[in-house]
């Protein structure tokens, strides 16, 4: 489906990232802060099967050209669900067929089954963002006219691009995840200070309790980490998902091998040893890093340890994080154990536009109610963090 909306660009929807340059693509993703919109970790989501019509994810990629040069992009699926996608919003779907209307399939913008802060429309340095956006957002409502898609959502989307895209008729809903922030912290004692001296011993004490265990934790970044070790984390992240969440194995054993000779200068392994044996892991959490942003994305282990968890997930990624100087830990989703363990909520968004006038009145009417009730449990999670009087600052975007 090719469209011209002036002369000087081409509109193309590409069903594979394969079909994309390489180079092309990362000239624009890669000055982001966010490592989930190269090319490469895209690439590996669809060419490993994890990310496919077959499990409801069908890539339709928006691409804007200029001759043969890329000069705007954005990763987006024709989803029949709402697996994998971590913003909740089967409420709006049952009202949805309530009144009548299909609410599937939708088109959505997101780095599939990657609930981190960062999506936005790729575009080339000096290119014009607001004329851009337009073309792309007229471009999306041609697709999802011609093909009956119910609307268009862009999920943890880029809080400095959120207003480009809300200037283009999309609506805002807030949501919270649960984020460290590096607040000037000098060591992992340091960052120890900001909590109550209750809070403080137990944190020791869950330290401790891995080192009693027998248990010693190696970080591993880069080359550092054996091409062995990747299957391996497959097999730590299916064990978590069979054991505490159902349904939602959305990445295959191929994913995680085809990380090794593509993708490794980006993954921390933080991966726990018994003392006997220091060649295979007994759990292991894994991160992505890029500057001086860490997340945390999956984690399992083989038999339990009593505080495996919080070491190999907050602990030792926070106390990594502050010898490089990373400056923010998206741990990942989920919030149970993260805010008594210095991670407090912090709001993201998404953005929503509806083709049915009936449903999208509806949306723009309660949106806003939502959203200050959504705010109002940030501020609430956020005045129960065990902290001293110290001061905290969180960057909570309006």
């Known amino acids: 489906m090719v469209q011209q ?23 624009l993703a890669q000055p982001l802060k966010t490592p989930f919109l190269e090319w490469d970790w895209l690439n590996n989501i669809e060419t490993s099967g994890s990310a496919t019509a077959k499990t409801g994810w069908l890539p339709n990629h928006l691409t804007v050209w200029r001759d043969r040069q890329l000069i705007a992009a954005a990763p987006m699926y024709v989803k029949g669900h709402s ?22 399939p939708k088109l959505l913008g997101m780095t599939p089954f990657t609930p981190a802060v960062g999506y936005r429309f790729l575009m080339a340095p000096g290119e014009d963002e607001d004329e851009l956006t337009q073309i792309m957002v007229s471009a999306i409502d041609h697709f999802c ?38 607040q000037g912290f000098s060591s992992f004692e340091d960052y120890l200070k900001v909590f109550n001296a209750n809070q403080r011993r137990n944190i020791k004490r869950e330290r401790k309790a891995v080192a009693k265990a027998g248990l010693t934790l190696k970080i591993l970044t880069g080359d550092e980490i054996q091409k062995s070790l990747f299957p391996l984390i497959y097999s730590f992240y299916s064990s978590t998902c069979d054991k505490f ?36 892991p007994v759990g292991m959490s894994f ?29 030792a990624p926070i106390e990594w994080a502050i010898d490089q100087g990373i400056t923010m830990f ?69």
């Not at 929503?352 to 109610?369: S, V, W």
Request: proline share 4%.
């Open 83 to 104: 697996y994998g996608e971590f913003v909740f919003d089967q409420q709006w779907a049952d009202l949805s067929y309530r009144l009548g209307i299909s609410y599937y």
């Open 287 to 315: 991160c992505i890093n890029k500057g001086n942003h860490l997340y945390g994305r999956y984690w399992g282990c083989f038999q339990e340890f009593d505080c495996l968890h919080f070491e190999a997930c907050y602990y």
């Open 145 to 182: 006219d011609r093909n009956h898609l119910s609307g268009c959502h862009f999920l943890f989307v880029d809080p400095d691009w959120r207003p480009v895209i809300e200037r283009n008729g999309f609506k805002g809903w807030l949501h919270h995840s649960y984020i460290w922030q590096n």
């Open 245 to 280: 969440m159902w349904g939602s194995k959305y990445l295959t054993r191929q994913f995680f091998k085809q990380l090794y000779p593509n993708y490794r200068q980006r993954v921390v392994l933080m991966a726990a040893y018994r003392e006997e044996d220091d060649q295979k």
């Open 5 to 27: 909306p002036k002369l000087d660009y081409s509109v193309i929807w590409v069903n594979r990232m394969a079909d994309i340059p390489q180079s092309a693509w990362d000239d």
């Open 330 to 398: 998206d741990p990942g989703a989920g919030g149970r154990h993260k805010k008594r363990r210095g991670f407090p909520a912090t709001a993201n968004h998404s953005v929503h536009r509806f083709y049915d006038k009936r449903f999208d009145r509806i949306f723009q009417n309660y949106i806003d109610e939502v959203n200050v009730m959504e705010l109002q449990e940030i501020e609430a999670i956020n005045q129960d963090l065990p902290f001293t009087k110290r001061e905290i600052t969180f960057e909570i975007p309006d």
